[in-house]
């Protein structure tokens, strides 16, 4: 199709001597630069009538009906300066862009003052080719049970968004509706001509479950009578159809293999990331058997506010969520009915809250004040293992229930053969402004603070965190990537998957040799910042298909599978071109944002007042973070005469995790962004560097390790009238 066109597409690079290239090429003919080809969807009846193969704007080509393609798009599109009410939906449901389009711009269909102009969506669900992914109606009678019943899921929880913004007629579109594996996806929004209600699902739902497979027939049928009842309310349908999409879940065969690294990378001395878990963790858990959470829990947290603060701060949330979470599994491990989507979501929360009032009671206790409070990011991932009854005499506690956390610029990615999918949305101005409807996401690009942080755990009191909460289901073998901005910054993980995740899931390369590759590529191309990676292989085949040779495999490795990875000490070329190396300290945005001056200090740790339905964050929880989490903390931060040695990784690869069918993960609407109104604006907002800055691997609390060098601390702030220097895009 691409091949068809004479027409030019440019090359990105604005200083390529040459950046005419044909159709098809995949790199500029002239510097090597990768090629971009973005397709977008044209709303409107006006570019239904476009013919294909014509040029529009001098840069659009049709490719189909309402399907173009930029063949400049490194130029912005046309926006007006008043942005219209009729996009205002895409904007505010920005947090939703897992499942929804966004606005590119708007071009018009000719010269003439009465031309008609017509919107451009970009993130829409069409594939590399140009073709639009298939409709749910077309998918849904070659689709599994469990598939069928999750999409329908999806759809329940994006009505309560779609309909505060007006626009749930959009769900009662079969045609609107499109299926790219496991993922709903709209191609517009419509406001329709009436308000609709559940009844109206109902009808539309009605119509699919007459093909649908006959193990989930019936049931289904049942839920949509329910929803054709006005006395049956919409909490009431979710926990029917929840109950459903557990118990076909719970029949497939789930297991978990997880490789976890972290690296200080070539240009920092002090590594303010941690994660979990590393080798050291594979290692303790094999030797004292205590460690119950691998492999059904991974995360990753990258500290700001300096190695004097940034490592304490990742380290203590890391120690603090993992003996909160265990906690946790051992509640609901009681608990003979399952725990309910918005019961889990709720503890999550609550968790995350102790541990950001942790960390913030560590800062008053060392009256750190405004900016500088030491913080973290999170991303969090839970395979929670509930016991789920497939049949009266047959239980199973393999669930396939995937909770994600997240606070921050730390990102999860879902990982398939066909194609990689962020999961989390950032907290960072870029996302703050498009969801506030202010701008494009584009237009926040050019911003120099678009990357700067809008919240973290532990700078502030809990009252003024939201923290982000999802649910999926893990219905499909792929891979779970986890990840510091070390890696994800200039989307190095899109850029790569396809060398490692496809590779991995075929067999061909080991989990772990991925994991260093990722590491490689975060020190090779984002060399500036420290960087993690967890990866999370989930298998949907009973037996492990082994293709590689793992004696090669290792042979090939460049080093061991460790907490800390040591990789060649070499700049990445942009840095050998610029003689610029980004200062490891946070940009005054990002300081106004998280520690805004009129801020009164955080309050100490305490319990919160609301009930709730398990006793998990107790006397024990408190006790913990209070207690011998604060003397583990004031251990790393006192110096000490002579560094401890963090002791040698183990010749040997970690151990693999346990082949104990994993419980798993189903998808529930993400808790609410951050709201927006509830976040300071910042006073005056400046450049933004890399914000984070990462630890290097930690001992155990019991180990004193010295502190670090004073001349590499990020936590010496320049003065106010010191220019800083210029931000790293986020996105």
């Given at each position: 199709?691409?091949?068809?066109?004479?027409?030019?597409?440019?090359?990105?690079?604005?200083?390529?001597?040459?950046?005419?290239?044909?159709?098809?090429?995949?790199?500029?003919?002239?510097?090597?630069?990768?090629?971009?080809?973005?397709?977008?969807?044209?709303?409107?009846?006006?570019?239904?009538?476009?013919?294909?193969?014509?040029?529009?704007?001098?840069?659009?080509?049709?490719?189909?009906?309402?399907?173009?393609?930029?063949?400049?798009?490194?130029?912005?599109?046309?926006?007006?300066?008043?942005?219209?009410?009729?996009?205002?939906?895409?904007?505010?449901?920005?947090?939703?862009?897992?499942?929804?389009?966004?606005?590119?711009?708007?071009?018009?269909?000719?010269?003439?003052?009465?031309?008609?102009?017509?919107?451009?969506?970009?993130?829409?669900?069409?594939?590399?080719?140009?073709?639009?992914?298939?409709?749910?109606?077309?998918?849904?009678?070659?689709?599994?049970?469990?598939?069928q019943v999750y999409w329908l899921?999806?759809?329940?929880?994006?009505?309560?968004?779609?309909?505060?913004?007006?626009?749930?007629?959009?769900?009662?579109?079969?045609?609107?509706?499109?299926?790219e594996g496991w993922r709903v996806?709209?191609?517009?929004?419509?406001?329709?001509?009436?308000?609709?209600?559940?009844?109206?699902?109902?009808?539309?739902?009605?119509?699919?479950?007459?093909?649908?497979?006959?193990?989930?027939?019936?049931?289904?049928?049942?839920?949509?009578?329910?929803?054709?009842?006005?006395?049956?309310?919409?909490?009431?349908?979710?926990?029917?159809?929840?109950?459903?999409?557990?118990?076909?879940?719970?029949?497939?065969?789930?297991?978990?293999?997880?490789?976890?690294?972290?690296?200080?990378?070539?240009?920092?001395?002090?590594?303010?990331?941690?994660?979990?878990?590393?080798?050291?963790?594979?290692?303790?858990?094999?030797?004292?058997?205590?460690?119950?959470?691998?492999?059904?829990?991974?995360?990753?947290?990258?500290?700001?506010?300096?190695?004097?603060?940034?490592?304490?701060?990742?380290?203590?949330?890391?120690?603090?969520?993992?003996?909160?979470?265990?906690?946790?599994?051992?509640?609901?491990?009681?608990?003979?009915?399952?725990?309910?989507?918005?019961?889990?979501?709720?503890?999550?929360?609550?968790?995350?809250?102790?541990?950001?009032?942790?960390?913030?009671?560590?800062?008053?206790?060392?009256?750190?004040?405004?900016?500088?409070?030491?913080?973290?990011?999170?991303?969090?991932?839970?395979?929670?293992?509930?016991?789920?009854?497939?049949?009266?005499?047959?239980?199973?506690?393999?669930?396939?229930?995937?909770?994600?956390?997240?606070?921050?610029?730390?990102?999860?990615?879902?990982?398939?053969?066909?194609?990689?999918?962020?999961?989390?949305?950032?907290?960072?101005?870029?996302?703050?402004?498009?969801?506030?409807?202010?701008?494009?996401?584009?237009?926040?690009?050019?911003?120099?603070?678009?990357?700067?942080?809008?919240?973290?755990?532990?700078?502030?009191?809990?009252?003024?965190?939201?923290?982000?909460?999802?649910?999926?289901?893990?219905?499909?073998?792929?891979?779970?990537?986890?990840?510091?901005?070390?890696?994800?910054?200039?989307?190095?993980?899109?850029?790569?998957?396809?060398?490692?995740?496809?590779?991995?899931?075929?067999?061909?390369?080991?989990?772990?040799?991925?994991?260093?590759?990722?590491?490689?590529?975060?020190?090779?191309?984002?060399?500036?910042?420290?960087?993690?990676?967890?990866?999370?292989?989930?298998?949907?085949?009973?037996?492990?298909?082994?293709?590689?040779?793992?004696?090669?495999?290792?042979?090939?490795?460049?080093?061991?599978?460790?907490?800390?990875?040591?990789?060649?000490?070499?700049?990445?070329?942009?840095?050998?071109?610029?003689?610029?190396?980004?200062?490891?300290?946070?940009?005054?945005?990002?300081?106004?944002?998280?520690?805004?001056?009129?801020?009164?200090?955080?309050?100490?740790?305490?319990?919160?007042?609301?009930?709730?339905?398990?006793?998990?964050?107790?006397v024990l929880g408190l006790m913990?973070?209070?207690?011998?989490?604060?003397?583990?903390?004031?251990?790393?931060?006192?110096?000490?005469?002579?560094?401890?040695?963090?002791?040698?990784?183990?010749?040997?690869?970690?151990?693999?995790?346990?082949?104990?069918?994993?419980?798993?993960?189903?998808?529930?609407?993400?808790?609410?962004?951050?709201?927006?109104?509830?976040?300071?604006?910042?006073?005056?907002?400046?450049?933004?560097?890399?914000?984070?800055?990462?630890?290097?691997?930690?001992?155990?609390?019991?180990?004193?390790?010295?502190?670090?060098?004073?001349?590499?601390?990020?936590?010496?702030?320049?003065?106010?009238?010191?220019?800083?220097?210029?931000?790293?895009?986020?996105?």
């Open positions: 199709m691409i091949s068809s066109f004479s027409e030019p597409i440019y090359c990105p690079n604005l200083s390529c001597a040459d950046p005419r290239n044909t159709f098809g090429r995949q790199h500029c003919a002239a510097c090597e630069t990768d090629l971009i080809y973005r397709y977008v969807w044209v709303v409107g009846q006006a570019a239904e009538e476009v013919p294909a193969g014509k040029v529009i704007a001098d840069r659009y080509f049709v490719i189909a009906p309402q399907i173009w393609l930029d063949s400049r798009p490194v130029l912005p599109p046309t926006v007006p300066e008043q942005l219209p009410d009729s996009i205002m939906p895409y904007l505010h449901l920005y947090p939703q862009r897992l499942h929804t389009p966004e606005v590119y711009g708007y071009c018009s269909l000719g010269e003439a003052p009465e031309a008609a102009e017509v919107l451009l969506l970009e993130n829409v669900p069409i594939n590399n080719f140009g073709r639009l992914y298939p409709s749910i109606l077309e998918s849904w009678s070659g689709t599994s049970a469990a598939r899921w999806q759809m329940l929880q994006l009505w309560a968004p779609l309909s505060e913004q007006g626009v749930a007629s959009s769900l009662l579109v079969p045609e609107n509706l499109r299926v996806r709209l191609l517009e929004l419509h406001r329709g001509n009436f308000v609709p209600t559940l009844r109206d699902l109902g009808d539309v739902w009605s119509g699919l479950v007459e093909s649908a497979q006959p193990e989930v027939q019936a049931k289904l049928g049942e839920i949509c009578q329910f929803m054709r009842r006005s006395s049956m309310n919409f909490e009431a349908i979710g926990l029917e159809l929840n109950d459903l999409l557990l118990e076909q879940a719970a029949k497939l065969p789930l297991h978990l293999e997880v490789v976890g690294m972290t690296d200080t990378g070539p240009q920092r001395s002090q590594n303010e990331d941690s994660c979990y878990p590393v080798a050291a963790d594979f290692q303790s858990s094999k030797t004292s058997g205590n460690d119950k959470l691998i492999p059904y829990l991974t995360m990753v947290c990258d500290g700001v506010g300096g190695h004097e603060g940034g490592e304490v701060a990742s380290q203590l949330a890391v120690q603090s969520l993992k003996a909160l979470i265990q906690n946790l599994l051992a509640e609901i491990a009681e608990q003979e009915e399952l725990m309910t989507p918005a019961m889990v979501i709720k503890q999550l929360e609550e968790i995350v809250r102790v541990v950001n009032n942790v960390i913030s009671a560590q800062n008053n206790e060392q009256g750190k004040e405004l900016r500088q409070r030491m913080g973290t990011t999170l991303v969090m991932a839970l395979q929670l293992p509930q016991k789920v009854k497939i049949s009266e005499d047959l239980p199973s506690n393999n669930s396939h229930e995937l909770y994600l956390v997240n606070v921050g610029d730390s990102r999860a990615y879902w990982i398939g053969k066909n194609y990689c999918h962020r999961l989390t949305v950032d907290d960072d101005v870029a996302s703050r402004e498009v969801q506030l409807g202010h701008c494009l996401y584009w237009e926040t690009q050019l911003r120099a603070d678009a990357g700067a942080l809008t919240q973290a755990l532990g700078t502030r009191d809990a009252d003024f965190l939201r923290p982000t909460i999802q649910r999926f289901i893990v219905e499909e073998e792929g891979l779970l990537l986890l990840c510091s901005d070390g890696l994800s910054d200039n989307d190095w993980v899109e850029r790569s998957w396809e060398n490692y995740g496809p590779e991995v899931l075929e067999g061909k390369m080991s989990l772990e040799a991925a994991v260093q590759s990722w590491i490689r590529l975060a020190n090779e191309k984002n060399g500036y910042d420290n960087s993690s990676v967890v990866a999370t292989h989930c298998r949907m085949s009973p037996e492990r298909l082994v293709l590689f040779d793992p004696a090669v495999a290792s042979a090939q490795a460049s080093a061991p599978v460790s907490a800390s990875v040591s990789l060649p000490p070499s700049l990445p070329r942009s840095l050998q071109k610029s003689g610029k190396i980004p200062e490891s300290q946070l940009s005054e945005s990002s300081k106004q944002l998280l520690y805004p001056e009129t801020s009164p200090a955080p309050e100490p740790v305490q319990k919160r007042r609301s009930k709730f339905p398990l006793p998990l964050l107790g913990l973070a209070g207690g011998a989490l604060g003397l583990w903390v004031r251990g790393l931060q006192s110096p000490q005469p002579e560094p401890a040695q963090v002791p040698p990784p183990p010749e040997t690869p970690a151990p693999i995790p346990s082949e104990t069918p994993s419980p798993g993960a189903e998808s529930l609407s993400p808790s609410p962004e951050s709201t927006p109104a509830e976040i300071p604006s910042p006073g005056v907002e400046s450049p933004s560097p890399s914000p984070e800055s990462s630890p290097a691997e930690i001992p155990p609390p019991e180990a004193e390790t010295s502190s670090p060098s004073p001349e590499s601390s990020p936590s010496e702030i320049p003065p106010p009238e010191e220019a800083e220097p210029p931000s790293q895009s986020r996105e």
